[in-house]
């Protein structure tokens, strides 16, 4: 799709900030793997660029900085040890990951729902299986951060759970929104259902998660003709995340139509 990502991420920000975290600092040195930029800013005086800085050499895979993160896990503010023990598990260190997925069960809901958040940024995949335990609570914080994480964690085993989350559990979006991350057909079907419903960041959210799956070729081929349809009315629905969406998501088919459409969407 030969479209400004980056101008589709604001719009998106726009319409529904709760869909747009606050962006690493660090996003271009990521996406250009220049640990050399980002190492020496552990040691920044901000702790809001310490963290960054840890969170994106975990995501790079950066041995050399274990050392250093080590260091942090002592920092002064929680945040930076938080990122520091992320950026960790990521690396591959058990011991911290098996001590997000033992927070899994922890009593507070406050606590669980970190853990969750903490297991997915980290990658650490082993942690899918608990995941799917959490999740069984009827606390919506915590739903919401379980279904995040698995659609972070990319393991299609959690696709029953999310279909099912989406369907009848308490974070109907967020799992809506995983499903998208996951590349499996099966998907397709509860996704379309879910374009009909009265929820209108659902809707949305289902839309996004077909354009995604359009783009990764994983939308059933029986169902893509249905899918279609089903987003060509939605670039006419009353609620403007559902129509930019939809028009996304015909984009990631696609769609002439849906990418001219898009364009004037973001264009206005």
Excluded at 37 to 47: E, K, V
Excluded at 218 to 229: I, P, Y
Aim: hydrophobic share 50%; proline share 5%; with cysteine.
């Amino acid at each position: 799709m030969s479209l400004n990502e980056e101008a589709i991420a604001e719009k998106l920000a726009e319409l529904e900030p709760a869909w747009a975290g606050r962006p690493n600092i660090f996003t271009k040195e990521i996406a250009a793997k220049n640990v050399k930029a980002i190492a020496p800013r552990l040691d920044d005086s901000l702790a809001a660029i310490r963290g960054d800085a840890a969170e994106a050499l975990g995501q790079l895979k950066d041995q050399s900085a274990v050392a250093k993160l080590k260091g942090l896990l002592t920092d002064a503010d929680p945040g930076v040890r938080r990122s520091a023990a992320i950026a960790l598990a990521a690396l591959g260190d058990e011991g911290l990951a098996k001590e997000f997925v033992k927070n899994l069960l922890d009593g507070s809901a406050k606590v669980v729902a970190g853990a969750a958040t903490a297991i997915g940024l980290s990658g650490y995949k082993a942690a899918v299986p608990y995941l799917l335990k959490a999740y069984r609570t009827e606390h919506p914080r915590v739903a919401a951060a379980v279904a995040t994480a698995l659609g972070q964690l990319k393991d299609r085993q959690a696709v029953p759970w999310l279909i099912t989350a989406m369907k009848t559990g308490l974070s109907p979006v967020e799992a809506a929104a995983a499903l998208g991350e996951l590349n499996d057909p099966a998907a397709t079907r509860p996704l379309c259902e879910a374009l009909t419903h009265e929820l209108p960041s659902l809707r949305a959210a289902a839309a996004r998660s077909l354009g995604r799956l359009a783009q990764a070729g994983s939308v059933d081929f029986v169902l893509k003709d249905q899918a279609l349809s089903s987003l060509h009315k939605l670039t006419k629905d009353p609620d403007e995340r559902v129509r930019f969406c939809a028009a996304l998501a015909l984009a990631g088919f696609g769609d002439p139509v849906g990418q001219n459409h898009l364009k004037q969407l973001l264009a206005s």
